[in-house]
């Protein structure tokens, strides 16, 4: 029992040791206020316990709500701290699956001391851990680090289960996958193929098939069950449809067919082909380059394929690789954008794996290293340079600096008139005034609305409920009928407030006229010239890519519709702001020549 105890002690301290560095990394560059893309969405959804995007996420929100309970902060930044905790227990499961890859490897065993063994598997889950494409899923409020630790404990249980005959280590992976599929389904199911793949030689082993299988299902089960949380918050929150639209509440899931529209992510998949326009499946191979050293990357062909020709390891490795390939076709069905840090964490579960056949590979090559000082001090710097990945600059991916997508929001806010009528319509902005609103009890004054969503039926009806005042807006837009009627009835009650954008008709576009950030009648136009960005804004977008693709975007949409409607003044200021954001841009240049 001593010795036991004794051979375990390394690799629980080891296992502790990777979780605390990966953690640390991640809080070191969490995010300060609220981030764009859908990081402020998920943000007042946790906060909230509101209904996020398809196909829901409700693990990942009942998960992060634990954490807005704490005083630590603003709530963006506890939210990114309950991702942070689970990318530091993905760092750990890395960890363990190098372990459980060489304990079969006779000639890994008898070459190498388990303190060696264990510094390597360190070694190779901080080289995971500290991958720009992870560090930027685990230091903000997003879905992936959750989802990536939860596809990797299936992977690791199921191969327990394999390892040691004992079909509890199964059903709990089942459970897993089944919680997985209740965060992001894709993920999940295709790398859950690989768990399945490493439970399938138990099942033919064992002399109660039918009930293993049938308790394998049933355990799947228990975890689809957090889908529970759709219908009945959905529930609650139409009830309460009177006291605001703030909260997040996508679609209707209270229904059938509208819990399937959830889970299934229809919306996302009939975007595919714009997608996928931007996007090339020639980027796979090359993405996991430069999420890894490169030539610790390309060891990992070299790791899996001793561990295919190999009897005993043959199955661990054909879970991995099946788990692997999951992930990396979630990522082309999601679209391979590499400029879109969602897609790295589509294949966070495939940058894990990589990293374990390299890791494998690398005690491959210790095992044939006779002196064990060469072997030490091979051990030695393979460890250092992990940990010289360690994300110290203020530099994209590390985010304790970025503040300039919420700061601009809450300008924008701040400036509407009393009792205003804002609509907006790009989702980042809407994203992010729904968090200074329900987190930030900003402007409670101001009846708003998202003219993007005016097209779901349970989103209209609840404006319509909490702000009666825009109901009749609501219903032209959704009808493409009288809006121009409707917007001049409105101004008589509240100063309506529009963001520019694409979808806006024509003929409502020459009715306005511009207002500080924003639009207004043409009757209500101010004349006075806009602020410029503060330099340390501009500063931030030159370093953060999702902070210069939101601001470039205000600025470029807002200029379009200056030029259209002879603003020429507005659009050289905003010409101005586009140069300071991105010189370099095709589109802004096109645009500004035509505007001359």
């Given at each position: 029992?001593?010795?036991?105890?004794?051979?375990?002690?390394?690799?629980?301290?080891?296992?502790?040791?990777?979780?605390?560095?990966?953690?640390?990394?991640?809080?070191?560059?969490?995010?300060?206020?609220?981030?764009?893309?859908?990081?402020?969405?998920?943000?007042?959804?946790?906060?909230?316990?509101?209904?996020?995007?398809?196909?829901?996420?409700?693990?990942?929100?009942?998960?992060a709500?634990?954490?807005?309970?704490?005083?630590?902060?603003?709530?963006?930044?506890?939210?990114a701290?309950s991702?942070?905790?689970a990318?530091?227990?993905?760092?750990?499961?890395?960890?363990?699956?190098?372990?459980?890859?060489?304990?079969?490897?006779?000639?890994?065993?008898?070459?190498t001391?388990?303190?060696?063994?264990?510094?390597?598997?360190?070694?190779?889950?901080?080289?995971?851990?500290?991958?720009?494409?992870?560090?930027?899923?685990?230091?903000?409020?997003?879905?992936y680090?959750?989802?990536?630790?939860?596809?990797?404990?299936?992977?690791?249980?199921?191969?327990?289960?394999?390892?040691?005959?004992?079909?509890?280590?199964?059903?709990?992976?089942?459970?897993?996958?089944?919680?997985?599929?209740?965060?992001?389904?894709?993920?999940?199911?295709?790398?859950?193929?690989?768990?399945?793949?490493?439970?399938?030689?138990?099942?033919?082993?064992?002399?109660?098939?039918?009930?293993?299988?049938?308790?394998?299902?049933?355990?799947?089960?228990?975890?689809?069950?957090?889908?529970?949380?759709?219908?009945?918050?959905?529930?609650?929150l139409?009830?309460?449809?009177?006291?605001?639209i703030?909260?997040?509440?996508?679609?209707?899931?209270?229904?059938?067919?509208?819990?399937?529209?959830?889970?299934?992510?229809?919306?996302?998949?009939?975007?595919?082909?714009?997608?996928h326009?931007?996007?090339?499946?020639?980027?796979?191979?090359?993405?996991?380059?430069?999420?890894?050293?490169?030539?610790?990357?390309?060891?990992?062909?070299?790791?899996?394929?001793?561990?295919?020709?190999?009897?005993?390891?043959?199955?661990?490795?054909?879970?991995?690789?099946?788990?692997?390939?999951?992930?990396?076709?979630?990522?082309?069905?999601?679209?391979?954008?590499?400029?879109?840090?969602?897609?790295?964490?589509?294949?966070?579960?495939?940058?894990?794996?990589?990293?374990?056949?390299?890791?494998t590979?690398?005690?491959?090559?210790?095992?044939?290293?006779?002196?064990?000082?060469?072997?030490?001090?091979?051990?030695?710097?393979?460890?250092?340079?992990?940990?010289?990945?360690?994300?110290l600059a203020?530099?994209?991916?590390?985010?304790?600096?970025?503040?300039?997508?919420?700061?601009?929001?809450?300008?924008?806010?701040?400036?509407?008139?009393?009792?205003?009528?804002?609509?907006?319509?790009?989702?980042?902005?809407?994203?992010l005034?729904?968090?200074?609103?329900?987190?930030?009890?900003?402007?409670?004054?101001?009846?708003?609305?998202?003219?993007?969503?005016?097209?779901?039926?349970?989103?209209?009806?609840?404006?319509?409920?909490?702000?009666?005042?825009?109901?009749?807006?609501?219903?032209?837009?959704?009808?493409?009928?009288?809006?121009?009627?409707?917007?001049?009835?409105?101004?008589?009650?509240?100063?309506?407030?529009?963001?520019?954008?694409?979808?806006?008709?024509?003929?409502?576009?020459?009715?306005?006229?511009?207002?500080?950030?924003?639009?207004?009648?043409?009757?209500?136009?101010?004349?006075?010239?806009?602020?410029?960005?503060?330099?340390?804004?501009?500063?931030?977008?030159?370093?953060?890519?999702?902070?210069?693709?939101?601001?470039?975007?205000?600025?470029?949409?807002?200029?379009?519709?200056?030029?259209?409607?002879?603003?020429?003044?507005?659009?050289?200021?905003?010409?101005?702001?586009?140069?300071?954001?991105?010189?370099?841009?095709?589109?802004?240049?096109?645009?500004?020549?035509?505007?001359?």
């Open positions: 029992m001593e010795n036991k105890n004794a051979a375990a002690n390394p690799r629980l301290w080891g296992a502790l040791g990777v979780g605390l560095a990966a953690f640390a990394a991640y809080v070191f560059t969490a995010t300060p206020a609220a981030y764009p893309l859908d990081s402020a969405e998920l943000a007042s959804a946790a906060f909230g316990l509101g209904v996020a995007h398809p196909p829901g996420e409700e693990v990942t929100l009942l998960f709500k634990l954490f807005t309970l704490l005083p630590l902060g603003c709530v963006a930044f506890k939210v701290l991702q942070a905790v990318g530091g227990l993905a760092a750990m499961l890395v960890f363990g699956l190098v372990l459980v890859a060489l304990q079969n490897l006779d000639v890994v065993v008898t070459s001391s388990e303190a060696g063994r264990v510094s390597v598997a360190a070694a190779t889950a901080l080289a995971f851990a500290y991958a720009p494409g992870v560090i930027i899923v685990s230091n903000r409020a997003e879905v680090a959750v989802q990536t630790a939860l596809s990797l404990g299936a992977l690791w249980l199921a191969l327990r289960a394999h390892a040691t005959a004992d079909p509890r280590w199964a059903l709990l992976a089942a459970m897993l996958i089944g919680f997985g599929v209740g965060n992001h389904s894709l993920v999940a199911g295709l790398v859950g193929l690989g768990a399945v793949a490493a439970a399938v030689p138990l099942l033919y082993r064992s002399s109660a098939r039918v009930r293993l299988l049938s308790f394998s299902v049933a355990a799947f089960a228990v975890g689809l069950l957090v889908h529970a949380y759709l219908p009945l918050r959905a529930a609650a139409f009830t309460a449809a009177d006291r605001g703030d909260n997040v509440l996508w679609g209707d899931p209270r229904s059938w067919p509208g819990f399937w529209w959830m889970v299934s992510a229809k919306i996302f998949t009939q975007k595919t082909g714009i997608v326009g931007n996007a090339s499946p020639w980027d796979l191979p090359f993405l996991p380059l430069q999420e890894l050293e490169k030539i610790f990357a390309l060891l990992a062909p070299v790791g899996a394929y001793v561990l295919l020709r190999r009897k005993e390891t043959r199955v661990a490795a054909l879970a991995l690789l099946v788990g692997m390939a999951g992930s990396m076709l979630a990522g082309l069905v999601g679209g391979l954008d590499p400029e879109n840090p969602d897609i790295r964490g589509y294949l966070g579960p495939a940058i894990a794996l990589i990293a374990v056949f390299s890791g590979a690398i005690a491959m090559v210790l095992a044939f290293f006779r002196a064990k000082q060469l072997r030490s001090i091979f051990i030695l710097v393979f460890l250092s340079g992990a940990l010289t990945r360690f994300p203020d530099e994209y991916p590390n985010l304790r600096q970025v503040r300039a997508a919420d700061f601009v929001v809450r300008d924008m806010l701040s400036e509407l008139p009393a009792r205003a009528a804002l609509f907006t319509y790009h989702f980042e902005t809407g994203f005034v729904g968090y200074q609103r329900l987190v930030e009890g900003a402007r409670p004054d101001v009846a708003w609305a998202h003219l993007a969503f005016a097209g779901d039926s349970g989103y209209a009806r609840r404006v319509r409920d909490a702000e009666p005042d825009l109901r009749g807006i609501m219903d032209a837009y959704r009808d493409h009928a009288g809006l121009g009627e409707q917007l001049a009835r409105l101004d008589d009650l509240r100063p309506v407030r529009i963001e520019p954008n694409l979808a806006t008709p024509p003929e409502i576009r020459r009715e306005l006229g511009p207002a500080g950030d924003l639009w207004t009648r043409a009757s209500h136009t101010s004349p006075a010239p806009m602020r410029p960005l503060p330099a340390w804004v501009v500063a931030e977008a030159a370093h953060n890519r999702q902070t210069r693709g939101y601001l470039a975007w205000r600025n470029y949409i807002d200029a379009a519709w200056s030029c259209e409607m002879g603003f020429i003044e507005r659009a050289r200021e905003r010409f101005a702001e586009l140069e300071r954001l991105v010189p370099e841009d095709e589109r802004f240049r096109e645009l500004q020549k035509r505007c001359q």
